[in-house]
C-alpha cells in the first residue's frame, strides 16, 4: 500500500503546482477506496510541507462529503429503514443527530471506526452535511498537521515507501492518549443513550 502511495506522490511532485490539484484527486478516491487516512496525509506533508495538512484536510472532507450524500441518498431503501428501526443503531443514530459536529469531531480524533463507512452510516441519521463537513475538519485537523509535519521530514521517496517516521514520542503519545479520551467519551454518550433508548420492560419507540 505504502508503495503505490508513494509512486503517487513521486507523480505528483513531478507535476509541480498542478501537482497540488492532481493529489487532492488522489487522496479523495483513495479514500472513498477505504485506504487509510494516515499514510495519506503523510505522503502530502512529504510533498507539500505543512500545506499538505490542507490539501489532505480538503480531500477529507470532500470525501466523507460524497459518502453522506450517497447514503443519504439511498436512506429510503429497506435496509436503512431497517437499520434505523433496530435499537441500538437507532440509538447511535440520535447520539449522532443530538451532538452534531462534536460527535463527529470525536469519532474523527478517535479514529476507532473506518473512515468511509462511518460517514456511509452517518448519511443514514437527521445529521445535518454541514455538521458533518465541520466535524470532520475539527477532528481531523491536529493529527493533519503532525503528520504532514512529520512527513515534511522524510528525506525521500524511499523513506516514505518504508514508513520511516520522524515524529518525535512526545507528540505521538499526545495525540494517542487524545484518541482514547475521544473514544471513553463516544463510548460513554452512546451507552447512556442506549439505556434512554431501551428502557426495562418498554419496547424502544
Excluded at 480531500?59 to 450517497?70: G, I, K, Q, R, T
Excluded at 448519511?123 to 458533518?132: E, F, P, Q
Excluded at 481531523?140 to 520511516?164: F, I, K, R
Aim: no cysteine; hydrophobic share 60%.
Amino acid at each position: 500500500m505504502l508503495h503505490w502511495i508513494a509512486m503517487g506522490a513521486r507523480e505528483a511532485h513531478r507535476a509541480g503546482a498542478w501537482g497540488a490539484f492532481a493529489w487532492f484527486g488522489i487522496v479523495y478516491a483513495l479514500m472513498l477506496l477505504l485506504f487509510p487516512t494516515v499514510p495519506l496525509i503523510i505522503a502530502s506533508g512529504w510533498l507539500f510541507g505543512i500545506f499538505g495538512a490542507v490539501i489532505a484536510l480538503a480531500a477529507a472532507v470532500a470525501a466523507a462529503a460524497s459518502a453522506f450524500a450517497l447514503a443519504g441518498g439511498l436512506g429510503r431503501s429497506d435496509a436503512a429503514r431497517a437499520l434505523r428501526e433496530h435499537p441500538k443503531a437507532r440509538a447511535l443514530s440520535d447520539l449522532a443527530e443530538e451532538g452534531g459536529a462534536w460527535t463527529v469531531a470525536l469519532l474523527r480524533l478517535a479514529p476507532i471506526l473506518p473512515f468511509t463507512p462511518t460517514n456511509a452510516v452517518l448519511g443514514l441519521t437527521g445529521m445535518r452535511l454541514r455538521d458533518l463537513a465541520l466535524g470532520t475538519f475539527l477532528g481531523m485537523a491536529p493529527g493533519a498537521l503532525l503528520y504532514a509535519w512529520a512527513g515534511s521530514l522524510v528525506p525521500s521517496a524511499e523513506a516514505l515507501e518504508e514508513g520511516e517516521s520522524l515524529v518525535p514520542g512526545p507528540l505521538v503519545w499526545g495525540l494517542l492518549a487524545a484518541s482514547i479520551v475521544a473514544a471513553v467519551v463516544i463510548g460513554i454518550a452512546a451507552a447512556r443513550r442506549l439505556r434512554r433508548a431501551t428502557p426495562e420492560g418498554r419496547p424502544p419507540r
